[in-house]
């Protein structure tokens, strides 16, 4: 993984050390707080002009970087605050603007019909904009990277914030590096890597790559920078931080913010016996379900593997699915807008979608890992990238995409796989060229389906 920890920054090498070691008996809220007071007090008052924040999912980087614009602001420095997705952005400001309603929030957009989400028109106290002229004085201007590429004339501000900095290549944050003189970085090293149109193999392993990632070239140059580590996932249950951070944050582990039995997915319907029911009633007692069909070769979108995802949201959804947690004294339903159907493809997407729809259930997102990145249910259903493949190519092998598909979920989630997943890896090692200067990413996408396999298949059902 890029990012690896810094041997100079002791501090927030302690607190992570203390506090978020899976078996420490810490209390997770201390632990958190803890850490996130040393990232505030390095972007604050630190000596070093960047900052630079690994999360795992579900930490709280939002609200993070929530905190820090408010702080930052409170100070008088100028902020400009750069997400990678419009979405992000709107979701910042609105974020922001509910926070603090006094306080004044920029919205740079683009100059499309309906650049930003309607729901920023409830706030008083953000002005919208597609020339950042007209937000000058601000406390906070909020945008992407691509739009803040175009800003001239402008600056610099004292102060950045670039939130989800993991998804954002180096060419990226060159354009808009000119903007500010210190930044605060956040982001989880664990994600799908930015991504490129465009060959970059004539680059590699060069300090200007313009296609790796933005954190990685910004460590590469400035090796001194702090890093730090948000320690506890409130997202994942104690059933799922324990595997996530074994195999896809092996030297950044995490602990999750509720201990084991805390959260619990009980259903009003008895299980019919079906398969569909039996995964289900394993993943509401485990945190985890695997389907295993029988093993086949089968095109992208295979039509078993797709009816039989498509059953097991319908079955979760007439079940009458009910959510307890830390959040409520009551359990919560798990309604159609709390059911997530990851994949690795659109076109496999699609043909969820479709079998869905004719199965009478609306409301379920059904996307891809990228699309899925920084969102978060309450049951997750996900269709194996190399379910019924006949190789194992390095996009289906890319550690983020699994990584993503495996932690969107707050109670459980459910797998669907052709059986021989794990002969097609041995069958087919990782033998991507060693190419000099690159930063070696760990784990490597073959040895963390390995470990997620092997832990999926104790909950293994079969037609």
């Known amino acids: 993984m890029t990012g690896t920890a810094n041997p100079t920054d002791t501090a927030s090498d302690t607190a992570f050390d203390l506090a978020s070691d899976p078996a420490s008996e ?42 820090a614009a408010r702080e930052l ?10 997400a990678q997705t419009n979405a992000q952005v709107d979701d910042l400001v609105d974020r922001l603007a509910t926070a603090d309603p006094e306080l004044p929030v920029g919205r740079l957009h683009s100059s499309e019909a309906q650049p930003y989400d309607p729901v920023l028109d ?3 106290s953000v002005v919208k904009s597609a020339k950042v002229a007209e937000l000058a004085g601000l406390d906070v201007v909020v945008s992407t990277a691509a739009k803040w590429a ?40 664990g994600q799908l890597d930015p991504f490129s149109q465009v060959g970059a193999e004539q680059w590699a392993g060069l300090s200007y790559d313009p296609s790796a990632g933005a954190v990685t070239t ?20 104690a059933s799922a931080a324990s595997l996530v951070s074994r195999a896809f944050y092996p030297y950044t582990p995490f602990r ?68 307890h947690g830390e959040r409520s ?82 109670h459980a989630c459910v797998v669907v796989c052709r059986a021989g997943v794990t002969e097609l890896l041995d069958e087919h090692p990782s033998a991507d060229p060693v190419q000099l200067g690159v930063t070696v990413k760990f784990p490597d996408g073959w040895e963390a389906n390995h470990a997620v396999l092997e832990h999926l298949a104790e909950h293994a059902v079969r037609p």
């Open 218 to 237: 910004l460590l590469a140059h400035n090796p001194e920078l702090p890093v730090h580590r948000l320690p506890v996932s409130w997202r994942l249950p």
């Open 150 to 189: 175009h800003v001239k004339g402008a600056g610099p501000w004292e102060q950045a914030i670039v939130d989800e900095a993991y998804q954002m290549r180096s060419d990226a944050l060159l354009a808009v590096a000119g903007l500010f003189e210190r930044a605060l970085f956040v982001g989880d090293p």
């Open 329 to 410: 004294a009551e359990p919560a339903p798990v309604t159609a807008d709390r059911v997530a159907v990851g994949t690795a493809h659109r076109d496999q997407a699609a043909a969820v979608r479709a079998a869905l729809l004719s199965s009478g259930v609306t409301g379920v997102t059904v996307d891809t890992a990228n699309r899925l990145q920084g969102r978060e249910f309450d049951v997750t259903v996900v269709l194996h990238p190399l379910s019924g493949r006949p190789d194992a190519t390095a996009f289906h092998l890319e550690t983020g995409r699994l990584c993503v598909l495996a932690s969107r979920h707050r």
């Open 256 to 323: 999750s913010g509720t201990r084991p039995g805390e959260r619990r997915l009980e259903f009003s319907v008895p299980s019919d016996g079906s398969c569909a029911d039996r995964v289900l009633d394993e993943a509401a007692a485990s945190g985890w379900g695997l389907l295993e069909l029988p093993a086949r070769h089968t095109p992208r979108t295979d039509p078993e593997a797709v009816a039989a995802v498509a059953d097991v949201v319908r079955r979760l959804l007439e079940r009458g699915g009910l959510a």
């Open 73 to 82: 602001a409170a100070t008088g420095r100028p902020l400009m605050v750069v």
């Open 26 to 67: 810490a209390d997770p809220a201390a632990a958190a707080a803890a850490a996130t007071g040393a990232i505030l007090r390095d972007t604050l008052s630190g000596a070093h002009r960047g900052v630079v924040v690994d999360s795992p999912p579900g930490a709280g980087k939002t609200t993070l970087v929530v905190r």
């Open 122 to 124: 409830r706030h008083d």
